[in-house]
Nanobody, 118 residues
Framework: QVQVVESGGGLVQPGGSLRLSCAAS????????MNWYRQAPGKQRELVAR???????NYAGSVKGRFIISRDNAKNTLYLQMNSLKPEDTAVYFC????????????WGQGTQVTVSS
């Protein structure tokens, strides 16, 4: 049974930092592209950051230079270090595992709430 579980969300002041984690089980983690998405109230879900099995990463323009995605294949865990947070970063953040050999094979976590507010 595949499980993808996010953690680390919470309330933070503007300019602050948070680190999200995503633990995956039931899959060969190292064979999956891992993604962070977010969805703010009333908006569509958007891709925030992506990292391939070899460690290549890319970011949405709105977070580039502030967020860092990383992965630990030995621990089957994905991370998102979020710095210089802004109120517009407020959203539910979702972890997504996408099979390298089949982009249609995806697994989602339940999401973790990040709220940036003073």
């Amino acid at each position: 049974q595949v499980q993808v579980v996010e953690s680390g969300g919470g309330l933070v002041q503007p300019g602050g930092s948070l680190r999200l984690s995503c633990a995956a089980s039931g899959i060969t983690f190292s064979h999956y592209v891992m993604n962070w998405y977010r969805q703010a109230p009333g908006k569509q879900r958007e891709l925030v950051a992506r990292i391939t099995s070899s460690g290549s990463s890319n970011y949405a323009g709105s977070v580039k230079g502030r967020f860092i995605i990383s992965r630990d294949n030995a621990k089957n865990t994905l991370y998102l270090q979020m710095n210089s947070l802004k109120p517009e970063d407020t959203a539910v953040y979702f972890c997504n595992a996408e099979a390298e050999w089949d982009v249609g094979l995806k697994y989602w976590g339940q999401g973790t709430q990040v709220t940036v507010s003073s």
